[in-house]
């Protein structure tokens, strides 16, 4: 068992310390990537003092990302646990043949079971204006994909723990992480929040809610980066006694509705929140999921959120009017309970 993280734990802390931990612990584990070695560790300072403990376990990279990724997949038929870090998730465009083609695949092509443990860990979304080349939600791409699991954690998950079960799962796992959450602390419950785990598995969904007594008026359903928005704005209702029950997984592919069921039957009002664009995304299928359970009990539709279906500017309004945004979900919230 892990020792409790220190209270004021940022995200990126919990990486690293995990990142460190299981390097000590397995010498069967070799981090791969690109800039990621001492003093710069890394874009954003997960790999942080990686090198400089395990000199002949991390290795830097060429900028070529369907090369390394290929590489960590070869490691992993050897007996090896590499994990790879594509210093953009944009950059995941340029592994994905490797990806989908050869690691999800390997894992069963064969006519017998293989063990092919990867993990691709890389930062996603905007919210640092880093334009149209750095700063997408491009997880959508990869979601239904077999064999290949998906997992973004919010805040109010502990994203190390999470990236040592992803490690420990031994077969192919893409690590979304948002850039937005580095700095943040990890939620803890506390003043109008209550977090608890909703579900008991190695990728477990988060409940978070802003009550502690009746039912909720609007279950939000979201992943990852959102967490970021919905944490302040759950506080805010608070106080505008409108109970929000807010629900994270952090398993977005093979995904499962069945923890949320009661809540939104419960409840009746159902939100489903994302960063990606619009369109053939990860809510259409958690709404389709939904609804076909719950319809019966329904008292408004399944709302949808998420950013418009156009580039990313590059210039913070421009940025900001295109992501989804907390004035966005606050609308939709007063939309389903008018």
Same mark, same amino acid.
């Given at each position: 068992?892990?020792?409790?993280? *220190?209270?004021?734990?940022?995200? +990126?802390?919990?990486?690293? @310390?995990?990142?460190? /931990?299981?390097?000590? &612990?397995? /010498?069967?584990?070799?981090?791969?990537?690109?800039?990621?070695?001492?003093?710069?560790?890394?874009?954003?300072? #997960?790999?942080?003092?990686?090198?400089?403990?395990?000199?002949?376990?991390?290795?830097?990279?060429?900028?070529?990302?369907?090369?390394?990724?290929?590489?960590?997949?070869?490691?992993?038929?050897?007996?090896?646990?590499?994990?790879?870090?594509?210093?953009?998730?944009?950059?995941?465009?340029?592994?994905?043949?490797?990806?989908?083609?050869?690691?999800?695949?390997?894992?069963?092509?064969?006519?017998?079971?293989?063990?092919? *443990?990867?993990?691709?860990?890389?930062?996603?979304?905007?919210?640092?204006?880093?334009?149209?080349?750095? %700063?997408?939600?491009?997880?959508?791409?990869?979601?239904?994909?077999?064999?290949?699991?998906?997992?973004?954690? %919010?805040?109010?998950?502990?994203?190390? =723990?999470?990236?040592?079960?992803?490690?420990?799962?031994?077969?192919?796992?893409?690590? #979304?992480?948002?850039?937005?959450?580095?700095?943040?602390?990890?939620?803890?419950?506390?003043?109008?929040?209550?977090?608890?785990?909703?579900?008991?598995?190695?990728?477990?969904?988060?409940?978070?809610?802003?009550?502690?007594?009746?039912?909720?008026?609007?279950?939000?359903?979201?992943?990852?980066?959102?967490?970021?928005?919905?944490?302040?704005?759950?506080?805010?209702?608070? /106080? &505008?006694?409108?109970?929000?029950?807010?629900?994270? *997984?952090?398993?977005?592919?093979?995904?499962?509705? @069945?923890?949320?069921?009661?809540? @939104?039957? =419960?409840?009746?009002?159902?939100?489903?929140?994302?960063?990606?664009?619009?369109?053939?995304?990860?809510?259409? &299928?958690?709404?389709?999921?939904?609804?076909? +359970?719950?319809?019966?009990?329904?008292?408004? *539709? #399944?709302?949808?959120?998420?950013?418009? +279906?156009?580039?990313?500017?590059?210039?913070? @309004?421009?940025?900001?009017?295109?992501?989804?945004?907390?004035?966005?979900? &606050?609308?939709?919230?007063? /939309?389903?309970?008018?």
């Amino acid at each position: 068992m892990n020792a409790p993280l *220190p209270a004021s734990t940022t995200y +990126a802390k919990s990486l690293n @310390a995990a990142l460190l /931990e299981m390097m000590r &612990e397995d /010498e069967r584990i070799y981090f791969l990537g690109e800039d990621i070695l001492d003093p710069y560790g890394g874009a954003f300072k #997960i790999s942080k003092g990686l090198s400089s403990a395990f000199p002949d376990r991390v290795i830097t990279t060429p900028i070529s990302e369907a090369g390394f990724t290929g590489l960590a997949t070869g490691m992993a038929l050897r007996g090896l646990r590499p994990i790879v870090e594509i210093m953009f998730g944009d950059f995941l465009a340029i592994a994905a043949d490797q990806i989908i083609n050869h690691m999800a695949k390997f894992v069963t092509m064969y006519g017998r079971d293989l063990e092919v *443990p990867v993990v691709v860990r890389t930062p996603m979304g905007g919210g640092r204006g880093y334009g149209a080349t750095h %700063s997408q939600s491009l997880e959508k791409i990869f979601l239904g994909t077999p064999n290949l699991t998906v997992v973004a954690p %919010s805040h109010a998950h502990d994203p190390g =723990q999470l990236l040592r079960n992803a490690v420990a799962l031994g077969r192919p796992v893409l690590f #979304i992480e948002h850039k937005m959450l580095y700095p943040e602390t990890l939620l803890a419950s506390g003043g109008a929040l209550m977090i608890e785990p909703l579900t008991d598995e190695p990728f477990p969904t988060m409940l978070m809610k802003n009550f502690s007594r009746g039912a909720a008026d609007v279950l939000i359903v979201a992943y990852g980066g959102m967490s970021r928005l919905l944490a302040p704005l759950a506080r805010q209702m608070a /106080e &505008e006694e409108i109970n929000l029950a807010i629900a994270l *997984p952090a398993l977005l592919s093979p995904m499962t509705v @069945a923890p949320l069921l009661p809540l @939104a039957a =419960q409840c009746g009002r159902v939100l489903l929140v994302e960063e990606g664009t619009t369109g053939f995304d990860w809510g259409a &299928e958690v709404a389709a999921q939904l609804y076909a +359970a719950t319809y019966k009990t329904l008292k408004a *539709p #399944i709302a949808r959120l998420a950013s418009r +279906a156009e580039i990313i500017p590059t210039s913070t @309004a421009g940025e900001n009017a295109m992501l989804v945004g907390a004035a966005d979900i &606050e609308s939709k919230i007063l /939309e389903l309970l008018a």
